[in-house]
């Protein structure tokens, strides 16, 4: 089983800048892939960032936050961030960490954190 621990949500004027943190824990060896959803009131949830856990660290954006988000890795502490920049009020939504597991091919999802863009 894998626990998915996020940190980092908050409030934020428009223009401003947050970073998320989700740590991976419990039986992690099996993840592949991690990342970061978001919903909105009202909207359905959307895929913000994805990151491969492989050397190569392949990335995925969604078209809504492309050159504005980061998403990083630390292997060592099985730990993906998620460095917003430039946040305007259509970024107001719950991210929820989320991460593959490609032996139980299984979802893990974080239980979500808050952020509010004010203008």
């Known amino acids: 089983q894998v626990e998915l621990m996020e940190s980092g949500g908050g409030f934020v004027q428009a223009g401003g800048s947050l970073r998320l943190s989700c740590a991976a824990v419990?039986?992690?060896?099996?993840?592949?892939?991690m990342g970061w959803y978001r919903q909105a009131p009202g909207k359905e949830r959307e895929m913000v960032a994805l990151i491969n856990l492989d050397r190569r660290g392949g990335l995925n954006y969604g078209p809504s936050v492309l050159g504005r988000f980061v998403i990083s890795k630390d292997d060592a502490k099985n730990t993906v961030y998620l460095q917003m920049n430039n946040l305007g009020r259509d970024d107001t939504a719950v991210y929820y960490c989320?991460?593959?597991?490609?032996?139980?091919?299984?979802?893990?999802w974080g239980k979500g954190t808050l952020v509010t863009v004010s203008s």
């Open positions: 419990g039986s992690t060896r099996g993840l592949r892939a």
């Open positions: 989320s991460a593959l597991d490609g032996v139980r091919l299984k979802d893990y």
